[in-house]
T-cell receptor, first 112, second 114 residues
Framework: EDKVVQSPLSLVVHEGDTVTLNCSYEVTNFRSLLWYKQEKKAPTFLFMLTSSGIEKKSGRLSSILDKKELSSILNITATQTGDSAIYLCAVHGSGNTGKLIFGQGTTLQVKP | NAGVTQTPKFRILKIGQSMTLQCAQDMNHNYMYWYRQDPGMGLKLIYYSVGAGITDKGEVPNGYNVSRSTTEDFPLRLELAAPSQTSVYFC?????????????FGPGTRLLVL
């Protein structure tokens, strides 16, 4: 059965800290891994990763995929209170349906 | 572009009632999805559609039904609502092309079944 596991499940840090969120997967015929940020409402897209070792960056956020280890990390440097959210990892598996398998999410709280 | 829109935003149902959650997208996406999200959990796929007239079950389809008569609309029907269906429901859509499969989400419908 396809599975995506995120760790830690929750994290509390102070502004300015750097955090690393983990995502591991067991998926048939991996196609891509996506990271989303979810604040009060709908998840918003952060990154899509398809190739190992290529870092994607957007401001203070960056992410990298390791296909050998079947995992990805999401780094946030110099955290701000606005980074407080649930971070969701999702993977496209086999089949041409676009279906995503989501992890449980990591809840990040950044304290001032 | 409005993106993905959902109505209603919030609804309270009594056990046994039925309702339809509406979802529409104006991005000409082939693929559409319905998820539910329970507190502290990720998203579970209920149903999905790869095009008008084609739907299929996801992980948790029991108690739900869908139809896709047009590219734009993908309503989710709850028959005989149960307390276990209390959740937040998200609709999403995406292109079908490889490399463009990013899913875009609607704002969600919060449903409470009492």
């Amino acid at each position: 059965e396809d599975k995506v596991v995120q760790s830690p499940l929750s994290l509390v840090v102070h502004e300015g800290d750097t955090v690393t969120l983990n995502c591991s997967y067991e998926v048939t015929n991996f196609r891509s891994l996506l990271w989303y940020k979810q604040e009060k409402k709908a998840p918003t897209f952060l990154f899509m990763l398809t190739s190992s070792g290529i870092e994607k960056k957007s401001g203070r956020l960056s992410s990298i995929l390791d296909k050998k280890e079947l995992s990805s990390i999401l780094n946030i440097t110099a955290t701000q209170t606005g980074d407080s959210a649930i971070y969701l990892c999702a993977v496209h598996g086999s089949g041409n349906t676009g279906k995503l398998i989501f992890g449980q999410g990591t809840t990040l709280q950044v304290k001032p | 572009n409005a993106g993905v829109t959902q109505t209603p935003k919030f609804r309270i149902l009594k056990i046994g009632q039925s309702m339809t959650l509406q979802c529409a997208q104006d991005m000409n996406h082939n693929y559409m999805y319905w998820y539910r999200q329970d507190p502290g959990m990720g998203l579970k796929l209920i149903y999905y559609s790869v095009g008008a007239g084609i739907t299929d079950k996801g992980e948790v389809p029991n108690g739900y039904n869908v139809s896709r008569s047009t590219t734009e609309d993908f309503p989710l029907r709850l028959e005989l609502a149960a307390p276990s269906q209390t959740s937040v429901y998200f609709c999403a859509s995406s292109y079908s092309d490889r490399g463009r499969e990013t899913q875009y989400f609607g704002p969600g419908t919060r449903l409470l079944v009492l």
